[in-house]
């Protein structure tokens, strides 16, 4: 079928934003080269953490005709959801926790791909090729992608910000086989700016442009499924899921409006500042139906209670010690520890009395660790 590429580009752009997409813009199939030495030095660093699927599909990620060979151009699209509050309202409300903006609402896995898969549709129904959508959970480098095609650029927190936008975008991908002109690829404009590396609890960043995802209260709370290490406890302070703190101080965000949203990412209030002591006393199901429709249900009870627990023992709120000390006694090994740690920041003694009684009772190696660095006399108590 012949069509006018530019004609189709303008009618396909009409057709994205009416789906509620903000931002529109066209790549090449094939990355610069240094993006793939990059991701490949990244990754030999070791600082994906445990997040092994992005090693063992690396060549893929690096290289759209890797993922699929028919491709021959990009469409890369943007989903606002910037803030209408102030992500860092509930950073001095240390019995609340502190969820990331994007999990807030609906799951965005689920808002984006359904607009795609709209957009994809007219595409193949008025240039006759085939298409393929991605969000977030095949080994495409969207943010690289998103640049190429003139969304935004990279900023120094690794995430993409965009001019009219700020770090508040979902991006979503669709892989064609037309022959597409692209779009002019976006500039960086971070400048001498340093805000996202400076407000970092954990010094996540061990230089511009690259995140050491180990130390990220991100990756710590949301990907890490064993005990969070000690030495990032008390810098997570009340964050129970995500982190925003490098996207918001981001001074592009004063371009973002808050209107251009989708209505879907508006914040549910059970999930905008949830109490901790709520948090602390949820089994499965409850877990489930707070969680349900958010990105947060993947993750599982037992990670949020972890979390939770953090958040706990950072927020000096003696009034958790009850809630604290009952789950010492639940069956995940992680859980229990976490419980050890809240309660030796909240109430030491009480932690000893708790300690005497269960030390010789305790098998689990992590969880033996945790006792033994516990209490009035641990170096952290002193």
Not at 9 to 22: C, I, N, P, V
Not at 74 to 94: C, N, Q, T
Not at 177 to 201: H, K, N, V
Not at 225 to 247: E, F, M, S, T, V
Request: hydrophobic share 40%; charged share 25%; with cysteine.
């Amino acid at each position: 079928m012949a069509y006018d590429k530019l004609r189709l580009t303008e009618s396909l752009e009409k057709m994205a934003r009416e789906q509620g997409f903000a931002a529109f813009g066209l790549a090449p199939a094939a990355l610069a080269p240094a993006t793939a030495q990059r991701l490949h030095d990244w990754l030999a660093g070791g600082q994906h953490g445990d997040m092994i699927w992005m090693e063992s599909r690396a060549d893929e990620r690096a290289s759209p005709q890797v993922l699929w060979p028919d491709v021959r151009s990009v469409i890369m699209l943007g989903m606002s959801y910037a803030p209408e509050r102030d992500p860092f309202a509930l950073e001095k409300i240390p019995d609340h926790g502190r969820i990331s903006v994007y999990a807030q609402g609906k799951d965005y896995h689920d808002v984006v791909k359904r607009a795609l898969k709209r957009t994809a549709r007219w595409l193949v129904e008025n240039a006759d090729c085939q298409v393929k959508v991605f969000v977030d959970t095949a080994p495409v480098m969207e943010k690289p992608l998103a640049e190429a095609a003139g969304l935004g650029w990279q900023g120094k927190h690794t995430n993409l910000v965009s001019q009219d936008h700020g770090s508040w975008l979902f991006l979503g991908a669709i892989y064609t086989s037309l022959e597409m002109e692209p779009s002019a690829g976006g500039t960086d404009r971070c400048g001498s700016c340093s805000a996202c590396q400076d407000i970092c609890p954990t010094n996540a960043f061990p230089e511009p442009y690259r995140l050491d995802a180990k130390a990220c209260i991100s990756y710590l709370t949301i990907e890490s499924k064993g005990p969070i290490p000690r030495q990032y406890r008390k810098a997570i302070g009340n964050h129970i899921y995500g982190c925003d703190d490098c996207l918001a101080v981001c001074p592009w965000n004063k371009f973002a409006e808050a209107a251009a949203a989708n209505k879907a990412f508006l914040p549910r209030a059970e999930l905008a500042a949830p109490a901790l002591a709520d948090l602390l006393d949820m089994d499965d199901a409850s877990f489930r139906k707070i969680f349900s429709g958010s990105p947060i249900k993947r993750s599982g009870r037992n990670r949020m209670v972890r979390n939770s627990l953090i958040a706990a023992g950072n927020s000096g709120d003696a009034a958790l010690v009850p809630a604290v000390t009952a789950l010492l006694d639940d069956e995940d090994a992680v859980v229990r520890g976490s419980a050890i740690w809240a309660l030796s920041q909240l109430h030491p003694e009480r932690c000893d009395q708790e300690k005497n009684m269960r030390l010789s009772l305790e098998k689990d190696a992590d969880v033996l660790s945790e006792w033994r660095s516990a209490g009035s006399n641990a170096p952290e108590a002193r």
